[in-house]
């Protein structure tokens, strides 16, 4: 966090009227899964990932928040592609998501989702393939209280425009915990 949310205590953070918080975080995704680098699809990508991020929220008013984040993706590299003694390397995928959040109540929340990708063209030894990214998604998420500790949440995300790679819908339903 560098601007506008402080540590606080569950009763510090419910009576807060903070109104910006600028904050940045760093997702490191480790080469795992499995790989053989004698086959051409895999579970795993024998290589490393990083995506630092920067995100806003503002709220707007007593019940509508807004979420931009902006980050990117950051790859190494494949020494042992397909069929084995091949190099792939991918460019930086930027990453932009915007969430609009209407808070029913200090517990229950909805909101609409908005994320676009683009870049990430791959080379295999330094020959690009034609696969650089430029895909949005849009989706929808509802957090219903169950009791003050505990929420279920669920959402819903489709691709809007897709260039290059899977086109698909999620659904999801989380159940989620607050131990303090």
Same mark, same amino acid.
């Given at each position: 966090?560098?601007?506008g949310?402080?540590a606080?205590?569950?009763e510090?953070?419910a009576k807060?009227? %903070?109104?910006t918080?600028?904050?940045?975080s760093?997702t490191? &995704?480790?080469?795992t *899964?499995?790989?053989? $680098?004698?086959?051409? =699809?895999?579970?795993?990508t024998?290589?490393?990932?990083?995506?630092p991020e920067?995100?806003?929220?503002y709220?707007?008013t007593k019940?509508?928040?807004?979420d931009l984040?902006?980050?990117?993706?950051?790859?190494?590299v494949?020494?042992?592609?397909f069929?084995?003694?091949?190099v792939?390397s991918?460019?930086?995928?930027?990453?932009?998501?915007?969430?609009?959040?209407?808070? %029913?109540?200090?517990?229950?929340?909805a909101?609409i989702?908005? &994320?676009?990708y683009? *870049?990430g063209?791959? $080379?295999?030894?330094? =020959?690009?393939?034609?696969d650089r990214?430029?895909?949005?998604?849009v989706g929808?998420t509802?957090?219903?209280?169950?009791?003050?500790q505990?929420?279920?949440k669920?959402?819903?995300?489709?691709?809007?425009?897709?260039?290059?790679?899977?086109?698909?819908?999620?659904?999801?339903?989380a159940w989620?915990m607050?131990?303090?």
């Amino acid at each position: 966090m560098f601007l506008g949310a402080p540590a606080a205590t569950v009763e510090e953070f419910a009576k807060s009227s %903070i109104q910006t918080v600028l904050g940045a975080s760093l997702t490191v &995704t480790a080469p795992t *899964g499995q790989f053989f $680098s004698d086959k051409l =699809i895999n579970l795993g990508t024998n290589r490393w990932s990083f995506k630092p991020e920067i995100g806003l929220s503002y709220l707007v008013t007593k019940q509508w928040y807004i979420d931009l984040y902006a980050g990117v993706w950051f790859f190494t590299v494949n020494n042992s592609f397909f069929p084995g003694n091949n190099v792939r390397s991918q460019d930086p995928l930027l990453t932009f998501q915007t969430h609009v959040s209407y808070n %029913i109540n200090p517990l229950m929340w909805a909101a609409i989702d908005f &994320t676009y990708y683009t *870049g990430g063209q791959s $080379s295999v030894n330094d =020959i690009y393939n034609d696969d650089r990214q430029n895909n949005s998604r849009v989706g929808a998420t509802f957090n219903f209280p169950i009791s003050r500790q505990s929420a279920i949440k669920l959402a819903y995300s489709t691709g809007a425009v897709i260039r290059i790679g899977g086109n698909f819908s999620t659904i999801s339903v989380a159940w989620q915990m607050v131990f303090f």
